[in-house]
C-alpha cells in the first residue's frame, strides 16, 4: 500500500501522456464561464455547505490500480479503506519494442506476480509500442494485418501466465492526442477501427483464450468525437470512459466541475447513452481525485467522489477501476493525507463485505 509518491514504474510511463490535455479554446472559455454564471444564480446553498449525496456502491465490480505487478498493494488499499477489488488495474509497458510487450520473457515482471491472486486483471494493451524512443510501427500497417502476429503471441503469453480471462482495453483512451494510436480525424479512425478489428480476431482465435475487451474513450472535447472510432458491437464488450477529477475553461470548483463531467463531449451523459444504444455494459476503467500542479486539478474533492458512486448506482455499469498511484501528472493515492475527506466518502460508498462479481457483458 502507498502512503506517498512512488517510484516512477512501466504502468506511470504507459498513462503519462494522458495528463497532457489540449488548452481550451475560446469557445470553450466562454461557455465555462457562462455556465459558472448559470449554476452560481441558481444556487441558493451557501459555499462549502453542499449537501453530499450518500450512496453505496459496493455491490459493482471495483478494480484498483495500486503499481505495475503489485497484489499486495491492492490487499493493502483493500483492508485501509473496506473495499473489496476483485479486479487489478495493470498495463502492459510500451517503451521496449514487441517483445517487450507481448513475449513471456518481456511480460514476465508484469504477469507474473498476478498469478494465483484472486484478482482478474485489466490491462492496458497498446497498439503501438516505441523502442529506443522510436514508435515501432503506424497504425496504418496496423490496420493492414502487419501485427496481427504480434498479438497472438500476445494472447499466448496471456493464457501462458494464467490471464486468458482477462479484460483487455485495447488502445485506451484513443480520442486524446497524447498517444501513438491518438485519433484525430476520419481517416485515423478507419485505420483504429480496421486495427481493432485484427487485434480482436487475433486475441480470440488462441486456444484458451476468453478475453473481454473494452471500448476505452477519455472525457471531454478531443478533435474528433470518439463515436466515429467505434469498432462494432462484434468486436466490443464493454464501452469504457476514464473521468479524472480535473477541469479547464472554468473555476476549479467542485460544484462546476460535476456538472461539466456529466454533460461535456465524451462525458458520463454520452457514455450511458452510447453504451444503452449498443446494449453493452459501461465502465469508468480510470478514475481518481487530481492534485496537479498547473491547479487544474480539484484536489481533495469528496463531491466528486459521493457523485462518482451516485452515477454508478442510477446507470448499468458493470465496473469501475479507481487509479490510486501518484504519477508524473500529480497526486492520485486517495490514501495519502492530501484526499482525508474524499477518503473518508470513499469508504463510506465503496465498502463491500464481499467482492463483488463483475457483470457480464450480453452475448
Known amino acids: 500500500m502507498s ?6 514504474s512501466p504502468a506511470m510511463t504507459a498513462t503519462t501522456a494522458r495528463f497532457t490535455r489540449r488548452p481550451v479554446g475560446p469557445v470553450a472559455l466562454v461557455a465555462g464561464a457562462l455556465l459558472a454564471a448559470m449554476v452560481a444564480g441558481c444556487s441558493s446553498t451557501p459555499a462549502g455547505t ?21 497484489p499486495t498493494r491492492i490487499a493493502g488499499f483493500a483492508a485501509r479503506t473496506g473495499a473489496k477489488p476483485s479486479l487489478a488495474s495493470d498495463y502492459l509497458p510500451r517503451t521496449n519494442g514487441w517483445a517487450g510487450m507481448v513475449t513471456v520473457n518481456g511480460l514476465r515482471r508484469v504477469l507474473a506476480p498476478w498469478q494465483g491472486s484472486r484478482y482478474r486483471l485489466v490491462l492496458g494493451v497498446p497498439m503501438l509500442p516505441t523502442h529506443a524512443g522510436h514508435q515501432d510501427g503506424t497504425m496504418t500497417e496496423g490496420a493492414a ?16 501466465y494464467g490471464q486468458g480471462d482477462a479484460i483487455l482495453r485495447v488502445g485506451w483512451e484513443f480520442n ?15 485505420h483504429f477501427v480496421g486495427y481493432f478489428h485484427d487485434i480482436v ?4 482465435a488462441v486456444p484458451g483464450a476468453d478475453f473481454r475487451f473494452v471500448w476505452n474513450a477519455t472525457s471531454g472535447s478531443e478533435p474528433l468525437a470518439a463515436s466515429y472510432s467505434y469498432p462494432g ?27 461539466r ?9 454520452w457514455l450511458a447513452s452510447f453504451a444503452s444504444a449498443h446494449q453493452k455494459p459501461a465502465v469508468i476503467p480510470e478514475w481518481g481525485l487530481t492534485i496537479r500542479s498547473d491547479g487544474h486539478g480539484l484536489g481533495d474533492d469528496p463531491l466528486y467522489v459521493a457523485k462518482m458512486a451516485q452515477w454508478i448506482s442510477t446507470h448499468h455499469v458493470a465496473f469501475t477501476s479507481y487509479f490510486d498511484v501518484d504519477a508524473p501528472d500529480g497526486q492520485h493515492d486517495i490514501l495519502d493525507h492530501a ?4 477518503l473518508a466518502v470513499f469508504e463510506r460508498s465503496f465498502a463491500a463485505a464481499r467482492p463483488s462479481p463483475l457483470l457480464a457483458p450480453a452475448s
Do not use: C, K
Not at 176 to 190: K, L, M, Q
Not at 339 to 342: E, L, N, P
Open 233 to 259: 458491437n462484434a468486436y466490443v464488450d464493454y464501452i469504457g470512459l476514464d473521468l479524472y477529477d480535473q477541469v479547464w475553461g472554468i473555476p476549479q470548483e467542485p460544484g462546476l466541475a460535476w456538472p
Open 201 to 204: 480476431t487475433s486475441m480470440r
Open 3 to 8: 502512503t506517498g509518491p512512488v517510484p516512477p
Open 50 to 70: 453542499t449537501t453530499l449525496p450518500s450512496v453505496n456502491v459496493g455491490s459493482v465490480a471495483l478494480g484498483i490500480y495500486a503499481g505495475s505487478g503489485e
Open 261 to 269: 463531467y456529466v454533460t461535456e463531449v465524451d462525458g458520463l451523459q
Open 176 to 190: 486524446g492526442t497524447w498517444y501513438p494510436w491518438s485519433v484525430t480525424n476520419r481517416t485515423e479512425a478507419a
Open 339 to 342: 484526499f482525508a475527506r474524499s
Open 145 to 160: 494485418g502487419r501485427y496481427d502476429g504480434e498479438f497472438t503471441t500476445l494472447a499466448r503469453t496471456l493464457v501462458h
